[in-house]
């Protein structure tokens, strides 16, 4: 299994395709929901589909080295543009749904990308305000749209459907299909194959460049480590492709597996999708495995006495086991334990996997951020193993992984074979190795900063344990030193105060100040719910935030989170913010990342508020 894995990550994305329409074309490859039925696409459907949107693309002028942006949410058209993208020998890019056009024009027009894919009016109607607006987008020759409702009365120049392209392709089969397949046989691993923006939490996103290489060995390290293959691994496709994480963990460990991908109709029906698909793998941000434990402690709350008495006395039985399990390793430490979380799984857990949809799960990952323990904690201890993975865009996803012999709570596990780490003096995380990527487009300047005698610098201040299991303390740029000399790194108290289901976002203040304080979100669902059950009276998220009795309740919290930590790590004073933070104000990358250094602008006066007087 382990010579195949390999042997495919040495091809390109396409070839790895072709492979597989060749060897198993008539199996399972795509499923999407369309009115309410699963439209079912096979691994032979799958390359036919990309080849003759690839002749489409040769006959509308795409060329080797050519770039092409996708604007939409994800669907099979999404993978049929990227590998198409690739079989030319281009590079595909995405370009996030919830990105203003203001966005999308500075990706379009710094990529020089000649083709852009969208999914609906919507996104075409932000690539057509780019292109009319500003310096406009030169370098631009044809908007595709997949789904045209809505778009009849569209007379726009170089403006086609997505099924017109096929139907080029089709019609210029003999003219251009040979050109294509030697494009497909002369690809290299080397190849740039796809193009990644950073989310941008400081100045513009920059293109990180990621070749097939970079992200077939990164997937095929997360394969072999935990022994995925097709009858192991499936997959509910619904984080933006356009970050690396999903397109690693959908489009490329599919290639390497012969999976199948699934894809949710919509992130708020991903719970939904989940009990339809029950899928064997599942990758979640850390924002996901919060909402999928407050769901469940919402629910539970909303049961009888008798089973709230239930579920409390299985979690205080399961917890002790799973700290266990986790020291060691991930198995169960002895007979006795095993049993006994049988009796826990029968009774309670069960029902509780089935519910969240992932009781079939053999795998499941959170990356993306820092995540609090105790979040990962509790889905051990409903018996679904979640390994914490690291990884940055410029190391193609992830370059350590937990996995079973390896799974310490709070850290992200090993480093994956083939890449070397060392720390820097100040212990920043170096990395060298295949799957670091070949430097940002267009931009010498800043892949000169990122590399220093050929080491990447991730950024991330990390310790790595003696048995080499990595654990992260914070973002370098975000460590924090108070007036008296003390470094804080904030992820560690933020991630703790929202393990509050009150608290939706924490930002901690403290940088040259003689104390900490906070900037707080409230989450507004369950703290709503909390509110009708206290007949207090609001209307909007501003109103229910300024209530006396909301502040004491985040008092409360953060109180509890207070005694967690030593004095000087105390959050002393805190506001809780009147609006929620938003991508379209700045305030939130697309991959719902604070702009700590944007939010603390926007919010100045609220911080003068907090350190005006003395503490």
Not at 143 to 167: C, H, N, P, Q
Not at 420 to 437: A, I, N, R, T, W
Not at 459 to 472: F, H, S, W
């Amino acid at each position: 299994m382990r010579a195949d894995i390999e042997r495919l990550a040495g091809m390109t994305m396409p070839q790895v395709l072709k492979h597989h329409a060749e060897r198993q074309g008539e199996l399972l490859a795509l499923r999407a929901k369309e009115r309410g039925l699963w439209r079912r696409t096979t691994w032979k459907g799958y390359f036919d589909t990309a080849r003759r949107l690839a002749i489409g693309l040769y006959a509308l002028g795409f060329r080797p080295g050519d770039r092409l942006a996708v604007a939409s949410d994800d669907s099979p058209e999404w993978l049929y543009s990227d590998l198409a993208a690739q079989m030319i020998g281009g590079a595909c890019l995405g370009i996030y749904p919830t990105n203003p056009w203001p966005e999308l024009q500075y990706i379009v027009r710094h990529s020089r990308t000649r083709i852009v894919v969208c999914g609906d009016q919507e996104q075409t109607d932000k690539v057509l305000d780019a292109r009319r607006n500003g310096e406009g987008l030169p370098d631009l020759a044809t908007i595709v749209t997949v789904d045209m409702k809505g778009m009849r009365r569209y007379a726009e120049d170089g403006l086609m459907s997505f099924a017109d392209v096929l139907e080029l392709g089709a019609t210029k089969e003999a003219e251009f299909g040979p050109a294509v397949d030697a494009a497909i046989a002369a690809g290299k691993p080397d190849d740039v194959a796809i193009i990644v923006y950073t989310s941008g939490t400081t100045g513009m996103p920059k293109g990180a460049m990621l070749s097939h290489a970079n992200m077939l060995h990164s997937a095929a390290q997360v394969v072999s480590i935990h022994g995925l293959d097709r009858d192991s691994y499936s997959v509910l496709c619904y984080l933006p492709l356009c970050h690396v994480a999903e397109r690693s963990f959908s489009t490329v460990m599919q290639l390497l597996t012969g999976c199948v991908v699934s894809f949710a109709e919509s992130v708020d029906t991903v719970v939904v999708n989940l009990r339809e698909i029950a899928p064997k793998g599942f990758l979640g941000v850390p924002r996901i495995w919060e909402k999928m434990q407050q769901s469940v402690l919402y629910r539970v709350k909303d049961t009888t006495a008798f089973q709230r008495r239930v579920f409390e006395r299985c979690m205080a039985l399961g917890r002790p086991l799973a700290e266990r399990r986790l020291s060691n390793g991930g198995t169960f430490a002895s007979l006795s334990d095993r049993l006994l979380f049988t009796l826990l799984w029968l009774v309670c857990f069960r029902s509780l996997q089935h519910f969240l949809g992932i009781d079939r799960v053999r795998a499941a990952y959170c990356g993306g951020a820092t995540v609090s323990p105790e979040v990962l904690l509790f889905f051990w201890i409903l018996g679904v193993p979640v390994y914490q993975i690291y990884g940055m865009t410029e190391s193609a996803g992830v370059s350590h992984s937990q996995r079973p012999g390896a799974t310490d709570l709070g850290s992200s596990g090993l480093l994956i074979d083939g890449l070397e780490q060392k720390l820097g003096p100040d212990g920043e995380l170096l990395l060298k190795g295949p799957s670091v990527f070949r430097g940002y487009l267009f931009d010498e300047a800043a892949t000169a900063r990122a590399f220093s005698d050929g080491w990447l610098h991730t950024g991330d201040i990390v310790e790595i344990a003696a048995d080499g299991q990595l654990r992260v303390l914070d973002r370098k740029k975000d460590i924090l030193i108070t007036s008296g000399g003390k470094n804080i790194t904030p992820s560690l108290i933020e991630n703790a105060l929202k393990d509050s289901p009150y608290i939706r976002e924490a930002i901690l203040l403290g940088d040259g100040r003689n104390y900490l304080a906070a900037l707080i979100q409230i989450d507004l669902e369950t703290t709503g719910k909390w509110a009708q059950q206290q007949n207090i009276q609001y209307t909007t998220y501003r109103s229910l935030a300024q209530h006396e009795k909301v502040r004491d309740l985040v008092d409360q919290e953060i109180r509890r989170v207070n005694d967690r930590f030593a004095r000087v790590e105390n959050v002393r004073k805190f506001i809780i913010l009147a609006k929620e933070l938003d991508h379209d104000d700045g305030e939130l990358t697309a991959t719902m990342k604070v702009r700590r250094r944007i939010i603390e602008e926007k919010f100045k006066d609220e911080i003068a508020s907090i350190y005006g007087s003395a503490a």
